[in-house]
Structure formats: structure tokens, C-alpha cells
């Protein structure tokens, strides 16, 4: 890569820098929940019109932007823009003003950052080598996520390879990690009423206990992991929300479960999925109590395309070559899976450090270091690729 290139790249990154915080902090500060980032892409539309890249609103609330040199080839950048239903403790003078609402995945930086990227690449238009399309996509974190929808609506049409990626607080700040093959859990999603006679809770033998079968069953779903998948093979499974009764001298007669399932490899997916069913029914019976099993897909497994991650490794070589990170696949979940399967992907880590905890977490937040970096990498990543 020619130095001369790199440095004009900082360059106009450094010169954008105060703006790319000053827009994840806007993100940061109106966090909107999935299919309902109005403001959030209001703020897209009015910075990508002043950086003078035309662009079109797909899925409801997604905005996709083109930078076309009339390349034979198009390389797809793909953010999203969707925050959490999480209480925001974190203190920060730009704190959401939603409450009940924050992004604490992060998803405030990569919009922030892609719109970085596409104020970088305008200017450095013309050392491109290939079209650029631009995919803001609303709502990852929600059921139905927006990458089904944006693919419905022909967001890849024209692509020939696209990138993901994602602040992740489990590498060291700066440090890239562009896995080969599946690099994110297929994520599955079950719910579990559980039915019997309730009733006095000074008279638990006039009842079928949904409570003490619900407490069994938790436990006896840990041991499918435990004892009927391969230990070599990675699987998790997770009892998230217990709701039943309202009063504490009553035995309800329903107790729902809701939860996740994340695999690595169909055939364990698959294997999983019957043994909860075989769990579930015999536990129940057991106590006298019915069942009613609802599970369903929310995302595939997410897997990059062995050459084009090959191709990205090497690309970066040529940047950050200190960076390069090597890690293992997450059990995770991303709809960035769905576009994977579509066209050749790759999704990459980006370091942020564990200053402020794990994903997801009410502290959570990004080292706005990162922003700038970011930008400029990817940046340069596009240009030589």
C-alpha cells in the first residue's frame, strides 16, 4: 500500500473526527428501538445530503447510500442503527433522554462510524477501485430483525461482496479480528407454558405445582448441554425469563419460560432442539402438568467467506498489521447472517477493551478512540480492495 494514500486518508479522517463523536453522541443520546429509528435516520439523511451521496430509505427506517465510479465490482458496508431496550446507568453527560432505552450494544458508534466512512470515501473517490453501497440497517436487535426485510427490498442487488462489523469489548482497544468460516452462533429463540391445577400454597398436594416443575425443568434443560452434546462442539442454552403468579400464597396455574439456543452446527441445533422437547414433556408429565413448546429461528449462522476473509486479512496486513487479532467464534447471534448467506461476507471485530463492561450491560459504552480509527481503517480497507 502506498504511504502517500494512507496519510491522506488520516488525514481527512482527523479532519472529520470532532464531527464522527459528536454524531455517535446524537445517536447515543435519542436511542430508538428497531423499525422505530425515525430521528436516527433523519440524522443520516441530512449528513449523507451534506457529504453529497444519494441515497434511498428501505426497510421503514433503513437508509442505503451509493458512491457509484461506475466499478464492474460493488463492495457493501453494512451498520446498524437499532439500540436496546436497557435502562441507561452509565452518567455520561450525553446519556439517553429515553427511558427505559439505550444503546448498549454499541450500534450508536457503528452508525456513526459508517457515516465517517462515507464522508472519507467521497472525498477519496477518486482512488476507488469499486462501487460503494452504504447499508444502514434498522432493527438487528429485534424479532423480526431488518436484514430479511432490506434483502426483500433488494438491498443487495448489485453486490458482489459486503462487510459487517462490530465495537466488541472482549479484544484489546484497536485490536481486529477477521475470523474464516462461522464467526457467530445460529440464534434460536423457545418458550415454554407450563399448565396445571393450582391453588393454595398451604395445600400443595391439592395442586399440580407449575412452580416446582418450572424449577425443575430449568434445570433439567442445563443437562442437555452437559450430557447429550458432543464436548467438543460449542451450544448454549438459556432459561431468560421465569413469569408466574402474582401473589405469594398462591400456586399459579401457568408458569412461562422464554429463552435462547445458540449452536455452531445444524446437526447440533437440530439435536438440541429435540432433546428440549423430550426434557420438557417428561418433566411435566411428571408433575401432572401440560405443556406448550413455541421455537423458533431468529437468525442462521453468521459465516465468512473463507477467500474474501483471506483477502480482507491480507488488506489489513498492509494497515494495521500489529492489530490482527486472532480469536475464536462467539455464541452470539447477528442477522448480518441472513446477508451472508446472499452474497460472499465477511463480518469483523473491531477492539474497544472492557473498560465498560460486556454488551448489553447498562454501563456500557465505547472508548471514542475507537471511532476515528475505525473510520480510517475501513476507509482504507475499501480503497485497496
Not at 452508525?111 to 444502514?136: D, H, Q
Not at 402474582?246 to 422464554?258: K, R
Not at 446477508?339 to 450491560?361: A, E, M, T
Amino acid at each position: 500500500m502506498k504511504i502517500d494514500l494512507l496519510n491522506k486518508i488520516k488525514r481527512e479522517t482527523e479532519r472529520i473526527e470532532k464531527g464522527i463523536i459528536e454524531w455517535r453522541r446524537y445517536f447515543h443520546k435519542y436511542p430508538e428501538l428497531g423499525f422505530e429509528e425515525y430521528k436516527t435516520s433523519e440524522k443520516v439523511h441530512t449528513i449523507l445530503k451534506k457529504t453529497g451521496i444519494p441515497f434511498e430509505v428501505k426497510a421503514k427506517t433503513g437508509v442505503v447510500g451509493y458512491i457509484d465510479i461506475g466499478a464492474d465490482i460493488t463492495v457493501g458496508l453494512r451498520a446498524d442503527m437499532d439500540a436496546l431496550p436497557v435502562e441507561e446507568r452509565t452518567g455520561l453527560s450525553f446519556a439517553s433522554v429515553h427511558k427505559g432505552i439505550m444503546h448498549a450494544c454499541g450500534h450508536d458508534g457503528h452508525t456513526a462510524t459508517l457515516l465517517g466512512v462515507a464522508s472519507v470515501l467521497k472525498t477519496m473517490k477518486r482512488y476507488l477501485k469499486v462501487n460503494v453501497k452504504l447499508i444502514f440497517q434498522p432493527s438487528e436487535e429485534r424479532s423480526p430483525c431488518g436484514a430479511p426485510l432490506m434483502i426483500k427490498e433488494g438491498v443487495l442487488k448489485g453486490v458482489d461482496y459486503l462487510l459487517g462489523f462490530h465495537f466488541f469489548p472482549q479484544l484489546p482497544i484497536y485490536k481486529i479480528w477477521i475470523g474464516k468460516g462461522p464467526v457467530m452462533a445460529a440464534t434460536d429463540y423457545f418458550k415454554i407454558t407450563i399448565k396445571g391445577k393450582g391453588g393454595h400454597g398451604s395445600s400443595p398436594h391439592l395442586t399440580s405445582d407449575t412452580i416446582v416443575c418450572a424449577g425443575y425443568l430449568i434445570t433439567a434443560l442445563q443437562t442437555i448441554v452437559s450430557r447429550s452434546i458432543n464436548p467438543m462442539d460449542n451450544a448454549v442454552i438459556s432459561v431468560c425469563s421465569v413469569k408466574g403468579g402474582d401473589a405469594f400464597n398462591v400456586i399459579p396455574e401457568i408458569v412461562e419460560l422464554t429463552g435462547t439456543v445458540r449452536t455452531l452446527k445444524e446437526d447440533v441445533r437440530e439435536k438440541i432442539i429435540k432433546e428440549i422437547e423430550k426434557k420438557v414433556y417428561s418433566v411435566c408429565d411428571g408433575y401432572g402438568c401440560k405443556a406448550d413448546i413455541v421455537y423458533k429461528s431468529y437468525s442462521p449462522l453468521c459465516v465468512n467467506d473463507e477467500k474474501l476473509a483471506e483477502k480482507i486479512n491480507q488488506i489489513t496486513k498492509g494497515i494495521v498489521p500489529c492489530h490482527l487479532f486472532d480469536f475464536h467464534p462467539i455464541m452470539g447471534g447477528e442477522d448480518f447472517a441472513f446477508f451472508s448467506q446472499k452474497v460472499p461476507s465477511v463480518y469483523l471485530f473491531v477492539g474497544i477493551g472492557d473498560k465498560y463492561g460486556p454488551n448489553h450491560s447498562p454501563t456500557f459504552s465505547i472508548d471514542e478512540r475507537i471511532l476515528p480509527y475505525t473510520v480510517s481503517f475501513l476507509s482504507t480497507l475499501i480503497v485497496n480492495f
